[in-house]
C-alpha cells in the first residue's frame, strides 16, 4: 500500500473477495523524494484502518539503495539510461524471500499494478496480460516477473479503468480518493538527474567533449550523466538545424550529437533476459516490441542468441534505442518477456 488510490482500491477490493488481508506499506528511500512520505503512510494506514486490516511498515531502505538507486547511478556512470522502476519490482516489490524474511506468511501478494495474471493451458505457465484499460497498462515495468512470482501475484485492478477505480475510492469515501500522480522517478525531485547523482555519490562528474557525427568538437557537456539519447535541449551547442544525443562514450568521455535521422536502428542486443509465455525461444518469433514505457509496440521478429541474450529486428528503424532500457515483448495481450538493451 503505497498510499495512492489504486493500491487502496485493490485491498477494498481482496477484502471483497473474502481474503484476510494485512497492508504493508514499504519505506524505500531515506531522503526527499516523491515516494514514502509521512503523508503516503498516514493516507495508506488510514486507509487500512477503515477497512478493518492490520497495517504495517516495513524498512526497506538498505535493499532499496542497493539494489535500485546504485543500479540507476552504474546505469548511467556507464552512458546508459536506466529504468529504475523495474528494479524495484524485480528486486524489492515482489522478492518473495525479501518479504518473507520479515516474518510474513501470505498466500498471494496483491498490488495496484493495472496488469493481469493468466495460466497456459497447454504447458500450465503463468502468464502476464495487459489490462483492460490500455491507457494505464504497467505490464512494461512487469516483465521482469518470475513464475514464482506471478503464481502468486494477483492484480485486482486488472478489469478495471482509472475512473472506476477513482469512483470505487469516492464511494468508500477513502482518503486518498482525489490524489494525484506523477510521472517522475519517485527518489529524483524535480526529474534532475545528474544533480542527484553528484549529490548521492559525492562525485564530480567533469566535462567532456561534445562532438559531431566526424568526431569534431562541437563544445563542452556538463557530465556525461546529465545527457540521454535522443535529448534536445539542454545540450548547449548552437546549431542551424536540430540536433539531439545520438551517442555517448563513457570511456571517452564523450557526447555525440547528429540530426534525428541519426537516431534510427533497425535491430538491438538485450541481456539479462525474463521469459514468462516460454522457457525458451525455440526460433525466431514475430511479436511486437516496446523499448519504452510509453511507446506503442512495433512489429518485430525476436530470437534467442543464447542462454542469456535476445537480437530483435524491427520491420521499421527505432528511435533512440538506449542502452539499459527494456525491450519487452508481446504477442496480442500477452507478455512474452523481454530483457534490458545492451
Not at 59 to 64: D, P, Q, V
Not at 122 to 131: C, E, Q, T, V
Request: hydrophobic letters at 35%.
Amino acid at each position: 500500500m503505497s498510499g495512492g488510490v489504486d493500491s487502496s482500491v485493490a485491498a477494498a477490493l481482496m477484502l471483497e473477495r473474502g481474503c484476510r488481508c494485512i497492508g504493508i506499506t514499504l519505506k524505500l528511500y531515506k531522503g526527499e523524494g516523491r515516494c514514502c512520505s509521512l503523508q503516503d503512510v498516514n493516507d495508506a494506514r488510514a486507509v487500512a484502518f477503515g477497512l478493518g486490516m492490520p497495517h504495517y511498515v516495513l524498512n526497506f531502505t538498505k535493499e532499496f539503495d542497493r539494489q535500485v538507486i546504485c543500479r540507476f547511478i552504474e546505469t548511467y556512470e556507464r552512458g546508459g539510461t536506466p529504468n529504475p522502476c523495474i528494479d524495484c519490482n524485480r528486486y524489492i516489490k515482489f522478492n518473495l524471500s525479501c518479504l518473507r524474511a520479515r516474518g510474513l506468511e501470505f498466500d498471494c501478494l496483491a498490488t495496484g499494478h493495472y496488469a493481469r495474471v493468466g495460466r497456459d493451458g497447454a504447458n500450465g505457465r503463468f502468464l502476464l496480460r495487459k489490462p483492460a484499460d490500455d491507457k494505464k497498462d504497467q505490464t512494461y515495468v512487469l516483465y521482469c516477473l518470475t513464475q514464482e512470482q506471478l503464481a502468486v501475484s494477483r492484480f485486482p485492478l486488472g478489469e478495471l479503468s482509472k475512473g472506476e477505480v477513482r469512483k470505487i475510492a469516492e464511494k468508500k469515501q477513502f482518503v486518498n480518493a482525489a490524489k494525484g500522480e506523477s510521472q517522475d522517478i519517485c527518489f529524483v525531485p524535480g526529474g534532475k538527474y545528474g544533480d542527484f547523482i553528484e549529490a548521492y555519490t559525492g562525485k564530480f562528474y567533469p566535462e567532456g567533449d561534445i562532438l559531431d557525427p566526424e568526431g569534431r568538437a562541437l563544445g563542452k557537456h556538463r557530465g556525461i550523466i546529465r545527457y540521454t539519447i535522443g535529448q534536445r535541449r539542454g545540450l548547449g551547442v548552437a546549431a542551424r538545424v536540430p540536433v539531439y544525443v545520438a551517442a555517448k562514450s563513457a570511456a571517452d568521455n564523450t557526447v555525440t550529437l547528429g540530426p534525428d535521422s541519426s537516431l534510427y536502428r533497425r535491430s538491438l542486443i538485450a541481456n539479462d533476459i525474463n521469459l514468462i509465455a516460454c522457457e525458451k525461444l525455440e526460433k525466431p518469433l514475430r511479436v511486437k516490441v516496446k523499448t519504452r514505457y510509453l511507446q506503442i509496440e512495433e512489429p518485430a521478429f525476436a530470437e534467442q542468441t543464447g542462454e542469456d541474450t535476445l537480437r530483435i529486428e524491427f520491420e521499421k528503424p527505432q528511435r533512440a534505442l538506449s542502452p539499459g532500457q527494456a525491450a519487452v515483448m508481446y504477442d496480442g495481450d500477452i507478455v512474452v518477456g523481454g530483457g534490458t538493451i545492451v
